[in-house]
């Protein structure tokens, strides 16, 4: 428990407004999410409305100095899981986008993920779509003083094999707050009734990688894509998300 910093009103307040910040970005971007627009532009018009918004992109430069990220979103298309370089990929009609955002704002993270459908997509995929979606849901609502990080992931793992899917395991959920990454993990997969005991104060993310076929993952030589290993598609979701004395608020809502 000492390794997981636990929040004060003022700061979750702050990380509050970084969250709808980060919420208001998805907004901007989702009537440009169509066939023929680049991921580049997503990319321009997302970190042009962060830093307007008086705010620092997250990921961009993230990472080691060998190679920092860099975009200020991660946009991952079909067979990519996360961490999708923003690049001059067009979208084209049935592909689906995963994007990331993150922002620093007052010296407070906020961090979400959605995947986006392009044109028309096949029932398979909008299937793979809406359970990531649900999967979320689902892990959400056990989110409470005194229930288990293992909680979490088990309400993920039931739901989404229990739909045909698999859940990516080597890519996790984490603390937030004055840093990008903090503790505790938040694994996508899990036991009931084990792992960390929530209380009120912490912060996390939730962030579900759900796969159509098998979990296996591959890295590509740029050091940041993260593809499925049979290149079939994945989806994600993803929130910010308080314990509070009642249960939980979603900041990124």
């Known amino acids: 428990m000492s390794r997981v910093a636990l929040k004060s009103a003022r700061e979750i ?3 509050r407004r970084a969250g709808a910040l980060v919420a208001e970005t998805f907004r ?3 009537p440009y999410v169509k066939p023929g627009v680049t991921l580049k532009e997503l990319d321009t018009l997302a970190e042009e409305h962060i830093r307007k918004a008086g705010a620092i992109p997250a990921y961009l430069g993230y990472g080691p100095k060998s190679s920092p990220f860099p975009g200020t ?3 991952s298309v079909n067979e990519v899981i996360c961490h999708g370089i923003p690049d001059g990929r067009v979208l084209q009609d049935g592909d689906i986008v995963g994007v990331d955002i993150g922002v620093l704002l007052e010296g407070y993270y906020g961090d ?3 995947t986006y459908t392009v044109g028309t997509v096949s029932k398979e995929v909008q299937g793979l779509v809406d359970t990531t979606r649900d999967a979320l849901d689902a892990a959400l609502e056990v989110v409470k ?14 739901l989404a094999e229990g739909r045909g899917y698999s859940v990516v395991e080597e890519y996790t959920g984490h603390g937030i707050g004055k840093r990008l990454h903090e503790e505790p993990t938040v694994r996508h997969r899990g036991v009931r009734y084990t792992g960390l005991k929530l209380v009120p104060g912490m912060v996390f993310t939730i962030e579900p990688m759900i796969n159509l076929g098998r979990p296996e993952t591959r890295l590509l030589s740029d050091k940041w894509t993260v593809i499925t290993q049979d ?3 994945s989806a994600q979701f993803e929130h910010t998300v308080v314990v509070t004395d009642r249960g939980h608020e979603v900041l990124t809502r």
Request: hydrophobic share 40%; glycine share 10%; proline share 7%.
């Open 13 to 15: 307040e702050i990380m």
């Open 73 to 75: 979103i991660c946009a």
């Open 28 to 30: 901007v971007l989702e």
């Open 145 to 158: 003083p005194g229930a288990r990080l293992g909680d979490i992931g088990h309400a993920i793992q039931t």
């Open 112 to 114: 979400a993920c959605t």
């Open 231 to 233: 290149e079939q598609p």
